[in-house]
């Protein structure tokens, strides 16, 4: 069993940054992938990005691409998501999944633990 428990959300303006984190416990993080999705009112949840075990290996979504980068701390157990030049339509409820394997994927289905998400609103 894993938790996940996301922070940094907020309210910022357009053009602004914001970092959220992620904490896991209940297992061993270093031999999990871990991703960032989001779910925006009215639209289905998606990939954001991914960083493999080592944090060797990132993925991207286009949208995200050049402004968010994804990071983790294995020794503290944590990953991260820098984002910058925040846009009105990255504004979604962000969360934390934790992979099945070590392999940075972008696939939701190959999530196995979620956290509760975090609010970003971006205004314009």
């Known amino acids: 069993q894993v938790q996940l428990v996301e922070s940094g959300g907020g309210l910022v303006q357009a053009g602004g940054p914001l970092r959220l984190s992620c904490a896991a416990s209940g297992r061993i993080f270093s031999s999990d992938a871990m991703g960032w999705f989001r779910h925006a009112p009215g639209k289905e949840r998606v990939f954001v990005a991914a960083?493999?075990?080592?944090?060797?290996?990132?993925y991207y979504a286009g949208p995200v691409q050049g402004r968010f980068t994804i990071s983790r701390d294995n020794l503290k157990n944590t990953v991260a998501l820098q984002m910058n030049s925040l846009k009105p339509e990255d504004t979604a409820v962000y969360y934390c999944?934790?992979?099945?394997?070590?392999?940075?994927?972008?696939?939701?289905?190959?999530?196995?633990?979620w956290g509760q998400g975090t609010q970003v609103t971006v205004s314009s």
């Open positions: 960083i493999g075990r080592s944090g060797s290996t990132t």
């Open positions: 999944a934790s992979a099945r394997s070590r392999w940075a994927t972008r696939r939701g289905v190959d999530y196995e633990y």
